[in-house]
């Protein structure tokens, strides 16, 4: 059973950055992908990235040139870096993990399996609890 632990939010002024960091344990890193996603209360969790179990990694459309997803599996941590931090990126971000297959997608070009396994919540088998990200001056 894989724990997942979030850190790394807080207040941060417009145009700031941030390094969440996504700490795992129960079980070892190495053999699953890596979702981020943020919720705004009243609204559907939205995917931002995902990461393979091989270090390959996608972006929603939206996430394109701010966000960057990594993972070191010798920590057993992941991380998403945001850049130029705006007020509509405050939200609850989630780190997200599932057995890997991520690679076995891409191997093949299923472009659209591996969108539904990034960015569809219920595809992830393990959450962490979240993590408050606000955006304000």
């Known amino acids: 059973q894989l724990q997942l632990v979030e850190s790394g939010g807080g207040l941060v002024q417009p145009g700031g950055s941030l390094k969440l960091s996504c700490a795992t344990s129960g079980s070892t890193l190495e053999h699953h992908d890596i979702s981020w996603f943020r919720q705004v209360p009243g609204n559907e969790r939205e995917g931002i990235s995902c990461?393979?179990?091989?270090?390959?990694?996608t972006y929603a459309d939206s996430a394109k040139g701010r966000f960057t997803i990594s993972r070191d599996n010798a920590k057993n941590t992941a991380y998403l870096i945001i850049r130029h931090l705006r007020p509509e990126d405050t939200a609850v971000y989630y780190c997200?993990?599932?057995?890997?297959?991520?690679?076995?997608?891409?191997?093949?070009?299923?472009?659209?399996?591996?969108?539904?396994?990034?960015?569809?919540?219920?595809?992830?088998?393990?959450w962490g609890q979240g993590t408050q990200v606000t955006v304000s001056s």
């Open positions: 997200a993990a599932a057995g890997e297959r991520l690679d076995s997608y891409l191997n093949r070009g299923w472009r659209v399996a591996v969108q539904d396994a990034c960015f569809t919540p219920s595809k992830s088998d393990y």
């Open positions: 990461i393979s179990s091989s270090g390959t990694a």
